[in-house]
C-alpha cells in the first residue's frame, strides 16, 4: 500500500542553447537526489534547451539534438522517476513538453495547454498548444502534468483531477518581477484549493539576458496551505515527503527559506542578472565609469557582488566640471571594494575634438552639444578598454534617465550591459541603503549629495527635470499603469508637468530603441515588455 512519495524539485540554472551542459547538469542533480533519497524528481520548463531559446527552436538540427539528449538521460539515470521539461517535435509541429523517463523509457508526455503570448512570452510564435490531461502511476500515486501557464488557468488543474490525479506537478521558467512571489503564492494555493489536490511548482533559477529567473518553487497541500517554499536566486535540490492522509496527501516535511524585503529581491536579482550575463557569455569582468554619484556607486557595488572585486575595473574620468568631491568619493568607494581604480582626465581629448569641430559647430547649440561630447568621450575610453582586455562595459543609467531621455547615445550609454536599466531612481536610493545595511561598500556622502551630472558648472538633475519622487510617480502611473495625461491631471498633478514628462518619453524612443540590454525587475520593462514604434504620431498622453 502507498504511504508517502518523496520528491526532489531540481531547482535549475539551464544555458540556453547548451544542450550538453544542461544535459550533464540534470544528470548530475539527478544523482544528487538519489543519494537524498527522492523516488521522484522534478526539473524546471524546457530544461533540456534553457527558456527562453525564442528563434533556437526554429533551427534545423533540434529535434536531432533533443532526442540525442533524452537518450543519454534515458541511459544515465535508473531507479528514480525524472520529470522533465523540453521541446518535443511531432509530425504535427512543435510542442513544449513535459515527459516522465523511467527505467529507460519515457513512460508519459504532456504538452502544455496554455501558451502565454503577452508582456515577454511569445510561445505561439513557436509551439502548438496540447489539449489532454496527463495522469502516470508513480509508486501507485497518480501523478498529473501541467507546464508554468497553465496553473494560470483553471481548466488544466480540472482536467488533471478528474483524470484521477492526486498530486499536480506543474514545471516552471517563470521569470522575477517586482510582486511575482506573491502572485504565484497566491494562485498556486488557489489552484490547489480550486482542484482539492497538492501541487508541486517548480521553478528555474538563473539570469537569460534581461531576464532572471528567482526560483522560489512551492510545495501546496490540497487546502491551499504553503508547506515548503525553496530558495531565491539559488540552484537548489529541496526534498519534500508527500504523505498519505486518510483521503488525500499532504507534505509532511518540508521548511521555508526567509522572506526577503522588496529592496534585498531586487538587489540580488540585479546581482544575478550581472552574474549570469557576464559568465555566460564567456567575458573577462567588467569596467565601468565611477563618477561619485549614486548610480554608478550602486552599480559597482552590484559589479562587485556578482563577480568578485578582482573581475571589476573602476575608472574616474575627471573634466573641468568635475567637483574634488566627486574624485574622494569615487576613490573612497573603490577603496572600500579593494577594486581597481585608475583615472583618465579627458580636458585634452575635449580640447582636440572642439578644435577640430570649431568650424562646424553652430555658436548657440554649444550648450548641450559640449556636454555630451564629455559623455561620448568617457564612453570610447570605456570601449578601448573593454576592447584591449575583454571585459565587459556596464553602463550606469537607470530607468528614469531612460525613460525621459536623460542620457546620452555613445556616452554614457555606450555599454554592453545596463544594470539599473529598469530601476527607477528612488529606487536607486532605496537599493544603496539596503546594500549598505549588510555592509557600508557606498560612501554616505554620495547618497546624500544632489544628484548631478557635472557636465556643466553647478548642474544639478532638477535644473532639467521634475524632482525625482515627482518624476519617478508620474512615470510609474504612465509607463507601468498606462495612465492618461488627463487621468493624472485628475488626480491633482499639475497639467504643464504631466505634459513635459509625457511629451520626454513618447520623444525618446529611438534612444531606448539602441540602448543595450538590462536586468528587468519590473512587470513593466522597456524592451520585451514595452514595446513602441520609433516613429508615430499620437496625440501626447491619450
Known amino acids: 500500500m502507498k504511504q508517502s512519495l518523496v520528491c526532489v524539485m531540481a531547482q535549475m540554472d539551464s544555458v540556453v542553447g547548451d544542450i550538453a551542459k544542461n544535459t550533464q547538469n540534470i544528470v548530475q542533480m539527478t544523482q544528487q537526489a538519489q543519494k537524498q533519497g527522492a523516488d521522484l524528481v522534478v526539473f524546471p520548463e524546457l530544461a533540456l534547451i534553457g527558456y527562453p531559446p525564442e528563434d533556437l527552436l526554429f533551427r534545423d538540427s533540434l529535434s536531432k539534438r ?8 534515458l541511459q544515465m539515470t535508473r531507479d528514480i522517476y525524472l520529470v522533465l521539461g523540453y521541446p518535443d517535435t511531432l509530425e504535427g509541429g512543435l510542442f513544449n513538453a513535459v515527459s516522465v523517463l523511467y ?3 519515457i513512460i508519459a508526455t504532456y504538452y502544455k495547454q496554455c501558451l502565454p503570448n503577452y508582456l515577454i512570452f511569445d510561445e505561439r510564435r513557436y509551439f502548438l498548444p496540447g489539449h489532454q490531461a496527463c ?11 501541467s507546464i508554468c501557464e497553465d496553473i494560470w488557468h483553471d481548466e488544466p488543474i480540472l482536467q488533471a483531477k478528474a483524470a484521477g490525479a492526486e498530486l499536480l506537478v506543474n514545471i ?6 517586482l510582486n511575482r512571489t506573491l502572485e504565484r503564492r497566491s494562485q498556486v494555493s488557489k489552484q490547489a484549493e480550486l482542484a482539492g489536490i497538492p501541487v508541486l511548482y517548480v521553478n528555474r533559477v538563473g539570469g537569460q539576458d534581461e531576464l532572471v529567473f528567482d526560483g ?102 575627471p573634466f573641468h566640471y568635475t567637483s574634488d568631491l566627486s574624485i574622494e568619493l569615487a576613490c573612497e568607494q573603490a577603496n572600500l571594494l579593494k577594486v581597481l581604480f585608475i583615472q583618465k582626465p579627458i580636458a ?78 528612488t529606487w536607486v536610493y532605496r537599493l544603496a541603503r539596503y546594500r549598505n545595511s549588510i555592509s557600508p561598500v557606498i560612501p554616505e556622502a554620495v547618497i546624500e549629495r544632489s544628484p548631478t551630472a557635472e557636465l556643466a558648472p553647478n548642474q544639478k538633475d532638477e535644473d532639467s527635470l521634475p524632482p525625482y519622487d515627482l518624476l519617478d510617480t508620474l512615470l510609474e502611473l504612465y509607463i507601468d499603469q498606462e495612465v492618461s495625461a488627463a487621468d493624472m491631471i485628475e488626480k491633482g498633478f499639475e497639467r504643464s508637468t504631466v505634459y513635459k514628462v509625457l511629451n520626454m518619453v513618447d520623444k525618446n524612443e529611438y534612444k531606448r530603441r539602441q540602448a543595450p540590454l538590462g536586468v528587468r525587475v519590473t512587470a513593466k520593462s522597456f524592451g520585451r515588455d514595452r514595446r513602441y514604434p520609433v516613429t508615430f504620431q499620437w496625440p501626447l498622453g491619450e
Open 348 to 425: 585634452d581629448i575635449f580640447d582636440t575634438y572642439k578644435k577640430i569641430l570649431h568650424e562646424d559647430l553652430i555658436a548657440g547649440a554649444l550648450d548641450v552639444t559640449e556636454q555630451n561630447l564629455q559623455a561620448r568621450i568617457r564612453g570610447v575610453i570605456l570601449m578601448a578598454l573593454s576592447n584591449n582586455s575583454g571585459a565587459i562595459v556596464l553602463t550606469t543609467g537607470n530607468k528614469t534617465e531612460m525613460a525621459v531621455g536623460y542620457a546620452t547615445l555613445y556616452g554614457d550609454m555606450a555599454g554592453g550591459y545596463a544594470v539599473l536599466k529598469d530601476v527607477l531612481k
Open 216 to 317: 522560489r518553487s512551492l510545495a501546496v497541500n490540497a487546502d491551499g496551505t504553503i508547506i515548503f517554499e525553496s530558495a531565491f536566486c539559488q540552484q537548489a535540490c529541496d526534498t519534500v515527503v508527500w504523505q498519505a492522509q486518510e483521503d488525500s496527501w499532504a507534505v509532511s516535511k518540508g521548511a521555508h527559506y526567509p522572506v526577503l524585503s522588496q529592496e534585498a529581491e531586487i538587489y540580488w536579482v540585479l546581482v544575478q542578472g550581472v552574474r549570469d550575463y557576464v559568465q555566460k557569455n564567456c567575458f573577462n569582468g567588467a569596467i565601468l565609469g565611477l563618477s561619485g554619484g549614486i548610480d554608478s556607486a550602486l552599480t559597482l557595488a552590484i559589479a562587485v557582488d556578482a563577480l568578485g572585486a578582482d573581475q571589476v575595473k573602476a575608472v574616474m574620468m
Open 66 to 73: 533533443i532526442k540525442a539528449a533524452v537518450a543519454q538521460i
Open 103 to 105: 527505467q529507460g523509457e
Open 135 to 145: 495522469v502516470v502511476n508513480i509508486k501507485g500515486f497518480r501523478v498529473g502534468l
Open 172 to 177: 516552471n521558467a517563470s521569470p522575477y518581477h
